[in-house]
């Protein structure tokens, strides 16, 4: 059975991000479209699940839960904030897996107690994507992490570049969420098609 989310786990800003990410085979991709309406948002989902169709392809829904549930959605992704401002019984019945942001132990403890499909970890390098208000984490905190949610899936993110992931995936992290590195470089389905032959070599044997 494949883990959830999948070791390579991209997370981009358009549907043509995630229809392209689903024709390489990526198994998860996270869509994360800011300030839309409630109105927009449901299209943008339904387009996105349209665009993954027959791909094998899990989109997760960043933020916009009410929208992931009336478009029919199976996998959201909240940030803290989100997660207070959340229905977590409306989102649990309608059967969406969960995945947190955390950054430090408060939010960690606020998490887990929301009882995630995975927590993401973050930032674990500098990230110029966006103005962070935490420190990097490094890696160690990866493997403290670890051993504190115990079987649930660990997501590291945050500066996490291609040549990075066997370190990151050796300190303990069960997956590598991915932003920049894929959006951002020169040839992106290649960078794709490295971070699959990176993650496939880590699977156990069946």
């Known amino acids: 059975m494949r883990p959830y989310p999948d070791r390579f786990y991209p997370v981009v800003p358009t549907v043509a991000w995630v229809a392209r990410l689903g024709r390489l085979g990526v198994g998860t991709i996270q ?46 992704h909240l940030g803290q904030e989100d997660l207070a401002e959340a229905d977590l019984a409306a989102i649990r019945r309608a059967g969406l897996t969960l995945g947190l942001s955390t950054h430090d132990e408060g939010e960690l403890e606020t998490a887990l107690r929301a009882q995630p499909d995975y927590v993401a970890l973050g930032p674990i390098y500098p990230t110029t994507l966006k103005a962070m208000r935490f ?25 996490i570049t291609l040549e990075r992931g066997p370190g990151v995936f050796a300190a303990g992290a069960d997956s590598i969420a991915v932003v920049s590195d894929v959006t951002q470089a020169a040839d992106p389905d290649e960078r794709v098609r490295g971070w699959l032959t990176l993650t496939r070599s880590l699977q156990p044997a069946a």
């Open 135 to 159: 420190a990097p984490q490094g890696l160690d905190r990866i493997g403290a992490w670890k051993a504190r949610v115990g079987a649930i899936p660990l997501v590291a993110i945050g500066g």
């Open 31 to 76: 869509l994360r479209a800011k300030d839309l309406t409630h109105a927009a948002a449901v299209a943008l989902v339904r387009e996105a699940l349209a665009a993954v169709a027959g791909t094998g392809a899990r989109l997760v829904v960043n933020d916009h839960w009410q929208a992931a549930i009336e478009a029919g959605a199976e996998h959201i």
